[in-house]
C-alpha cells in the first residue's frame, strides 16, 4: 500500500485554535481510495492539561465508575417499580461523569454538555432521595446529599461553566 498525505482541517485543535487533519491517499490493488487519517497532534496531549482539568476528569470517571456496582445494588434491593426509576437516573448520572470525565482526560473541548447534565441529574437525584425518604432513610439520603450528591454536582456545574 502506497500512502501519500497532504493537509487539511476537520477538527479543532484547542491549541493554536485552527482545525486541521490528515488527508491521505492510498493505492490499494490499482483502485485509489481517499482517506481521513487522524493524527495524534492535532489533540493535545494529557501532559498539556492543567493539574485542574486533570483532577477533575479523574474525578468524574471514579464517580461515574463507583456508580456501577451502585447500579446493581439497587436493581437488586429495591422493589422492581421503585428499581427500574432509580436504575435509570442513576445510569444516566454515569454515563454523563463518564463521559465528562474521559472527555476532560483527553483534552476534548467538548466535556461541557456532559458535566452540564450530570450536574443536573444529580441535583435531581439529591432532591428526590431527600423528598421521597422517611424516617431512617432520610437521614442517609441528608448525608449523601450533603456529602457526596451536591458537592459532586457544584463541581460538574463549575466544570460546565468555566473553562
Known amino acids: 500500500m502506497k500512502m501519500a498525505s497532504g493537509k487539511g482541517c476537520n477538527w479543532y485543535h484547542p491549541q493554536d485554535g485552527q ?17 481521513f487519517i487522524a493524527i495524534p497532534r492535532c489533540s493535545p496531549a494529557f501532559a498539556e492539561l ?8 479523574r474525578v468524574f470517571t471514579g464517580a461515574g465508575l463507583a456508580l456501577l456496582p451502585w447500579l446493581g445494588y439497587l436493581a437488586g434491593t429495591l422493589p422492581p417499580a421503585e428499581a427500574m426509576g432509580w436504575v ?17 482526560l483527553r483534552g476534548d473541548p467538548r466535556y461541557r454538555a456532559p458535566a452540564a447534565a450530570a450536574g443536573a441529574l444529580l441535583l435531581a437525584d439529591a432532591c428526590i432521595d431527600v423528598a421521597t425518604s422517611t424516617g431512617q432513610e432520610l ?13 459532586l454536582a457544584v463541581l460538574c456545574l463549575r466544570a460546565a461553566a468555566f473553562q
Open 50 to 57: 492543567s493539574n485542574a482539568s486533570r483532577w477533575r476528569g
Open 139 to 151: 437521614a442517609v439520603a441528608v448525608v449523601l446529599a450533603v456529602v457526596v450528591e451536591l458537592p
Open 19 to 35: 482545525w486541521c487533519y490528515r488527508f491521505a491517499k492510498a493505492e490499494i490493488a490499482g483502485l485509489v481510495t481517499m482517506a
Open 88 to 104: 435509570v437516573l442513576d445510569g444516566l448520572e454515569a454515563v454523563a461523569l463518564l463521559s465528562a470525565g474521559t472527555r476532560l
